[in-house]
């Protein structure tokens, strides 16, 4: 039991260290928020970044079929762009389905968005990563791995609130069961066996009886 506290306290910690920084930013007249990359560090971060591990992580993503499914078709056609800026997308949604703001690309449905000249002139690379093939879009932007980032930091917080949960119920019991422990061997000490009580208690009884 000790044991297992301990570990929980550990991976509480793990958590929160590993994720404790970084979050979306938000971005004028759009209700989603922007990822990027160098608002995140520590060995999270330098994981998911690797090229070993982000192969591997956007095949992953790619294969969910994640952006294909965040279309959405009002009365037959794509939703319209303003429908699509009031929308509340996942950081995954956001990161990797869609080129950043700040790229200036128009909005043709929520997977193909036209380049225009301008995004040369801002200084992200990932307006030169997205691609409106639908096997490339941003899945090699930085924003797709701030997005799986903010997304892995939004899971472990909340299996740290339940393990947070489970680890005060934990203690609470382990606090219990030291304390009835630690009151048994007392009673223990005092008083050997609870046969001895017993026979204590008997010689008044018989004394209460031969009394009569
Ligand atoms: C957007 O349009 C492209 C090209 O017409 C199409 O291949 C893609 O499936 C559409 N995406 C969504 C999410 O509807």
């Given amino acids: ?47 998911v970044a690797s090229d070993e591990y982000w192969r ?39 990161g990797c389905c869609k080129p950043p703001t700040e790229c200036g690309f128009t909005y043709v449905n929520e997977t193909t968005w036209n380049p ?26 930085n924003s797709c791995k701030a997005g799986v980032l903010a997304g892995l930091r939004k899971s472990w917080r909340k299996v740290s609130v339940i393990n947070i949960v489970v680890l005060i119920i934990l203690v609470i019991a382990y606090v219990v069961a030291c304390a009835a422990f630690r009151n048994n061997r007392r009673m223990d000490n005092d008083e050997p066996y609870e046969q001895t009580r017993m026979e204590k208690a008997r010689p008044s009884w018989i004394r209460l009886k031969r009394g009569i």
């Fill in 116 to 141: 225009i000249d301008s995004a040369f002139v801002v200084n992200n690379r990932d307006c030169i990563r997205w691609g409106n093939d639908q096997e490339q879009l941003c899945y090699n932007c």
């Fill in 56 to 94: 591997k992580i956007s095949s992953c993503i790619r294969d969910s079929d994640v952006c294909r499914k965040s279309g959405r078709v009002v009365g037959g056609f794509p939703e319209s762009v303003d429908e699509y800026y009031r929308r509340r997308l996942s950081p995954i949604e956001s």
């Fill in 1 to 47: 039991m000790f044991l297992i506290i301990v570990v929980l306290i550990g991976f509480v910690i793990f958590a929160y260290v590993v994720t404790d920084k970084g979050s979306g930013r938000p971005v004028p007249n759009r209700a989603y928020l922007d990822y990027y990359l160098p608002d995140y560090s520590g060995w999270l971060k330098d994981r």
